[in-house]
C-alpha cells in the first residue's frame, strides 16, 4: 500500500503520483488539514473556503473510483508515520510544492522523518519547477516540453482500503476569523473546467484589449488563477486545450479570427508567466520575506503615518476613487485584474510609502488565487525592490480616466460617490461638498508620486546597484523565447541588460 499525499493538486485527472500509486496497488489518498499552516498570517477564511469546495469534490471523484478521500487533521510527520508504521506503507507518493515558507520548512521536516524512517518519498513535478536548478538556460525549452507531454488519465479505480478520517472542522476551530466574500468564485474542479471552456469558446475573444479595466476583465479574463493555484486542474490541461483553441482558430476565416489570435497568444503567455514566476521563489524561498536585491534588505520606508495609512488603504479609504474601489471590490470578490493590483500595490509602495511587506501581506489574504511564488515576485516588482525592473509608478488618477472613464466600477464599489458629475467621479476633492462622506485624498499624488520617484531613482544610481541587479538577472531572468518575461507588463519585449539599466515610468 501506498499513501498519495494531495496537497495543491486537488485532482485525480493529470495526477502522476496518483496514477503510479494506483497501477501498483492499493493506495491512501490523503488530505493533511495543518492547523498550524491555517494559523500563518497569509491565510485567511476565503482560501479555507474555497479549499473545503475543492476537497468536497475531490472526495466525491475518489469515491466514485473506489476509495474516498482520507483526511487528518494535524502535524504532517506525526500523521505521515502513524499511517506508514499502522499499514505497512513505505512509500509516499506526492507532487512537489513551491509554496510559503512554512510549508517550505514543513517539507523539509517531512523529508529528514522519512530519511530517518527509511521511507521512500517520490514528489513529481507539476508546473515545470525546477528543484536545486543551477542556471534558467534552457529552462524555457523544458516547460515546452513538459506542458505538451500527454496528459496522464485518471486510474479507471482504486481499491478499497478502510482507512478511517477526521471530520472536517468549523474554520474557527483552527483560529481563523470570518472572512466575508460573498462574491468569492466557488471552488472545485466543474467550476475551473466551466471557465476554461467559457474563455475559449466566447469570453476570451476579448481578452487581449479588455484585461486591464476592471470593467470589463472580470468577464473577459480567463478567472482560472485559483483552480490553478489549488490544482483543481493543471497547467498541462489548460495549456493543451488552448493550444487547441489556437490551432482551431488558425483554420478559421479572417473575420472569424478576429481578436482570438492576439487574445490566446497573451493568454499563451501568461500560463508561463505563472510558472516562471514560481521559479523564482524556488529558487529563492527567502523572496517571501526579503527583496531579490540587496540594496533593499534594509531599505527603511518607516514614517509617522504608515500604520493609519495602511489601514486606510486595506479599508479602500484612501481618497482615490480607483484605488478604493479595487480595494472594496477585492473584499467582496477575492480577485482583481492584473493591472489594478498593479496599480494598488504601486499606490501603497511609492505614494504611501510603505514597507511592501504589510501590503503584500493583506493582498496574499484577500486573494482567493494567492500564489507565493507569483504573489511576492510581483508585490516587489510593483514596489520597484527587485531591482531589475522598470520602475512603474501607476498614477491612480490617470489609470481611473483611463480604464474606467464613465465611472461604473467607481460608483458600483464607492456608494459614496454614486451622485457625483462624470467631471468630478476621478477626482472628488476639487469639490469636497458633493461627496461628504468620502474622504480626503491621503496625499498630493503628484507630489507623493514625484519623491517616490526621486528616492527610488537615488539608490539605483550607484553602481554597486547595477553589479547587483546584473547577478539577480542571472539567476532569475528569462532567457529571452517566445514567452519572454520583460516584467514590464502585456506585450513588451527588453533585453536582460536592458533590465539591468535605471529606467522610470513616471506617468502611467
Ligand atoms: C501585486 C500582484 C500580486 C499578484 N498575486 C497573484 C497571486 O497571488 N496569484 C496569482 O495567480 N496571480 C497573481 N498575480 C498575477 C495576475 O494578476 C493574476 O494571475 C491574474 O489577475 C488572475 O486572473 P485570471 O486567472 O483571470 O488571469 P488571466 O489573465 O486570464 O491569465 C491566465 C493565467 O495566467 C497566469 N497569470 C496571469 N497574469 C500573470 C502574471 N502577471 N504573472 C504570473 N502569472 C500570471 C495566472 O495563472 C492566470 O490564471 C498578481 C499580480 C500582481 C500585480
Known sequence: MEIVWFKRDLRIHDHAPLATAAAKGPVIPLY??????????????????????????????????????????????????????????????????????WTYNRDRRVRAWARSAGIHIVEE????????????????????????APIIPAPRSLMPVHVSGDGWPDPCQLGLAGDHCPQRQPGGRQAGLERLSSFLSHRGRAYRFSMSSPVTAPANCSRLSPY????????????????????EVDQRPAEARRGWTQSLKSFNSRLHWHCHFMQKLEDEPVAEFR????AYHDFDKSHADAGA????????QTGYPLV??????????????????????????????????????????????????IHYSQCQ???????????????????????????????????ELAAMPDTLIHTPWLKPSTAPDYPPPLVDERRARRAAAAAMFAIRKSGVHAREAAAVVEKHGSRGGRHFVSDRGPGRRISSGHAARNQLELDL
Open 381 to 415: 516588482m510593483q514596489s520597484g525592490i527587485t531591482g531589475i525592473n522598470t520602475i512603474r509608478i501607476y498614477n491612480p488618477i490617470k489609470q481611473s480616466q483611463d480604464q474606467d472613464p464613465d465611472g461604473e466600477f467607481i460608483r458600483a464599489w464607492v456608494p
Open 309 to 316: 495609512w495602511l489601514a486606510a488603504w486595506q479599508a479602500g
Open 291 to 294: 527583496p531579490f536585491h540587496p
Open 32 to 101: 493533511i488539514l495543518e492547523p498550524e499552516l491555517w494559523q500563518q498570517p497569509d491565510m485567511a477564511g476565503r482560501h479555507y473556503d474555497f479549499l473545503a469546495e475543492c476537497l468536497g469534490e475531490l472526495d466525491r471523484d475518489l469515491t466514485a473510483l473506489g476509495q474516498p478521500l482520507v483526511l487528518r487533521i494535524g502535524d504532517a510527520v506525526e500523521i505521515l508515520s502513524t499511517l506508514c508504521s499502522v499499514h505497512g506503507v513505505t512509500t509516499i507518493r506526492m507532487h512537489q510544492e513551491t509554496w510559503n515558507g
Open 125 to 148: 513535478m507539476q508546473f515545470g519547477i525546477h528543484r536545486r536548478m543551477m542556471s534558467r538556460r534552457g529552462w524555457a525549452g523544458k516547460w515546452d516540453a513538459m506542458m505538451a
Open 324 to 373: 478604493d474601489a479595487c480595494m472594496r471590490h477585492l473584499d467582496a470578490t477575492g480577485w482583481l485584474t492584473f493591472r489594478m493590483r498593479a496599480m494598488v500595490m504601486s499606490f501603497a509602495a511609492y505614494h504611501l510609502w510603505l514597507d511592501w511587506r504589510g501590503p503584500a501581506l493583506h493582498l496574499a489574504r484577500r486573494f482567493t488565487d494567492y500564489e507565493p511564488g
Open 228 to 247: 490553478l493555484a489549488f490544482g483543481t486542474l493543471s497547467m498541462r490541461e489548460v495549456w493543451q486545450a488552448q493550444t487547441r483553441a489556437r490551432e
